[in-house]
């Protein structure tokens, strides 16, 4: 027969089996740490990596007061001793995972959004979501734009978009980076 210490009770399974085998073992209360947070961490000589879950895009979830957080903001938080409020979180190494506190740095959204752009990691070109054209349809429309001849009105008749598009792809107000290909 099994006894209570044969269960593991820090885990949700464990105090469950233990209930069904018969032990008066209460649920966890709302707002209790299921594992130490540290613990869930695997300190490399670089990037310190979130082990335990994590969502699509690679961020560490840790559970919180009933909640979950994501855990690179807890460990910061952590690490200052206090709350970051509305701010975001963003990691100077670029690794979603990571929660080494000395790679993470306080900012806002519009932060975040530069660090995106100074690093080159925006969607451009035909990655992105809103983007109507190829490359290659506007390195077309580029070569046969000629002021009064062929105009911008016939290229975006031509490729089925409006003439502000076409006028703004030509120009290289869209589309900048194949300015700097050329």
Request: aromatic share 10%.
């Amino acid at each position: 027969m099994k006894q209570l210490s044969d269960f593991d009770l820090t885990k949700s399974t464990e105090r469950y089996a233990a209930r069904k085998a018969g032990f008066d073992v209460p649920k966890r209360k709302a707002g209790a740490k299921p594992r130490d947070f540290w613990s869930l961490v695997n300190k490399t000589e670089g990037c310190w990596l979130w082990m335990a879950q994590k969502n699509a895009d690679g961020y560490g979830h840790y559970g919180f007061n009933g909640g979950y957080m994501r855990a690179h903001r807890f460990a910061l938080q952590e690490s200052l001793g206090k709350s970051i409020g509305n701010l975001i979180v963003m990691h100077t190494c670029d690794n979603p995972a990571c929660v080494r506190p000395s790679h993470l740095v306080v900012g806002t959204h519009a932060d975040n959004m530069a660090d995106k752009v100074r690093k080159n990691r925006q969607a451009f070109g035909e990655k992105n979501g809103s983007s109507v054209l190829s490359e290659i349809q506007v390195k077309e429309m580029r070569s046969k734009y000629r002021p009064r001849i062929y105009t911008y009105k016939m290229l975006a008749d031509e490729y089925d978009v409006s003439k502000d598009t076409v006028q703004k792809a030509v120009r290289g107000i869209y589309w900048k980076y194949l300015n700097e290909k050329s």
